[in-house]
């Protein structure tokens, strides 16, 4: 499982301002990045859900005599097959017409399970009768960029939050370029490290693309998910130091009251982007 946030976008919350970033301390890194594993686990599995990027999924349900299955994963990115009974079910050209149809985005940045609703079939009953292949996950499309002339880097506009993985690029035409580790050539492009220690994640192409438009397709943290790991691991960062503490006192004048559990304000960020209902 990907971590949720990186050291990087971690040490603001730890060491803030007036603090630069040149000379933030680097004894407590294991320590950081061990904190931000266990909690980027505590998280997802808080959520009820697999990885949050894009992953292809083959969903097998039970066929129960209705027209409509909810997905066990969103946001939905493509469906690639469904099938029933070993029947093979056409997309739906339009709603009303044969075919299945995949419920929209409903515009939050959560997004809700997405139904696939059928027209003129039905997913008759069976058990494990009906196959459904899609992609699913946090995900920027198609991303219009340029490739400078001078550094041949291209930054992901990462609009909802962190850069997470590739999910691959193409020409404004729409040709696939090829991923490698280095030194690309014409056609070829080095994607990101994610949440490698420089905050800054960039394509890197080569000189014989300059100025080429090209598509960027990538997998993203949302920035409240993010947020909530960060927070998170401060939390349990300065607990080490009133490990078993639930209260201190000070002169008896005022008495400060510690939690041990998952902060309110966290389990409020979290709970749009949790499976609430089992599928």
């Known amino acids: 499982m990907a971590a949720l946030t990186s050291l990087a976008n971690l040490k603001p919350w730890i060491y803030p301002l007036p603090v630069a970033p040149a000379t933030y301390p680097t004894n407590d890194e294991a320590l950081l990045t061990s904190l931000i594993n266990q909690i980027s686990a505590g998280i997802i599995n808080s959520l009820q859900r697999p990885p949050l990027v894009r ?30 009974s070993g029947n093979s079910i056409p997309a739906s050209s339009a709603y009303g017409q044969s075919g299945y149809n995949l419920t929209t985005w409903d515009g939050t940045n959560a997004g809700n399970p ?9 997913f008759c009953r069976g058990a494990g009768n009906v196959q459904i292949v899609y992609q699913a996950g ?65 394509y890197q192409f080569s000189v014989s693309d300059a100025s080429a438009g090209v598509l960027l397709n990538y997998s993203y943290i949302p920035a409240d998910i993010e947020e909530a790991c ?22 008896g004048i005022e008495t400060t009251a510690f939690s041990l559990k998952m902060p309110d304000h966290i389990k409020l960020m979290l709970q749009p982007y949790r499976k609430a209902i089992p599928l």
């Open 230 to 251: 960060i927070e998170w691991v401060g939390e349990r960062y300065r607990y080490r130091s009133r490990i078993g503490q639930t209260s201190t006192s000070q002169s």
């Open 114 to 122: 997405q139904e696939i609703i059928l027209c003129g079939y039905d």
């Open 138 to 202: 946090y995900c920027v499309q198609n991303e219009a960029q340029t490739v400078p002339g001078s550094t041949y880097q291209v930054a992901p506009n990462t609009p909802y939050g962190s850069w997470a993985q590739d999910d691959g690029v193409t020409y404004a035409n729409g040709t696939p370029l090829t991923p490698v580790s280095s030194a690309p050539s014409v056609g070829q492009y080095v994607p990101p490290s994610p949440f490698k220690s420089s905050p800054v994640l960039y």
């Open 55 to 84: 992953t292809t999924f083959t969903e097998v349900r039970d066929g129960v005599g209705n027209r409509r299955i909810t997905l066990r994963n969103w946001p939905v990115v493509s469906v690639s097959s469904l099938t029933v």
